[in-house]
């Protein structure tokens, strides 16, 4: 009875994810980050700032015209030939392997299973 029960969300399923339009969820190829560990970094960060849950709207806006502050005055320092603080190394790392396995597959060196269960260690 179960299976029966589970027959119309494996359906779903396939047509939202097999079958459907993967450009509107596939980050394979856009060069764009796939996930929103940058949002929430800074969405951490603003939180850190605060006292408390529920700030005064005066304190939001202080903490934000700050962030704000900082921001150009990197994009000016980046603008003026300054240097951007490196990214650590184990993310480089990572970064790199993830390329060289995409490089991999789109050449066809590798199968799509040994793509999937090489990115997932």
């Known amino acids: 009875m179960a299976a029966v029960q ?17 450009q509107a969820w596939n980050h394979f190829n856009n060069g764009d980050p796939s996930t929103t560990n940058h949002v929430e970094g800074w ?22 015209k700050k ?20 990214r650590k190394r184990v993310y480089r790392q990572l970064e790199e392997r993830l390329v060289r396995l995409k490089d991999q597959l789109s050449i066809g060196e590798m199968d799509t299973m040994s793509y999937v269960d090489a990115v997932s260690r």
């Open 6 to 22: 589970g027959q119309p969300q494996v359906l779903k399923f396939k047509e939202q994810w097999v079958e459907g339009d993967q």
């Open 43 to 64: 969405h951490h960060k603003i939180n850190n700032q605060m006292k408390n849950c529920h700030p005064n709207i005066y304190i939001l806006l202080d903490i934000i």
């Open 67 to 86: 962030e704000q502050a900082a921001n150009e005055a990197k994009i000016s320092q980046h603008a003026n030939g300054g240097k951007q603080r490196p």
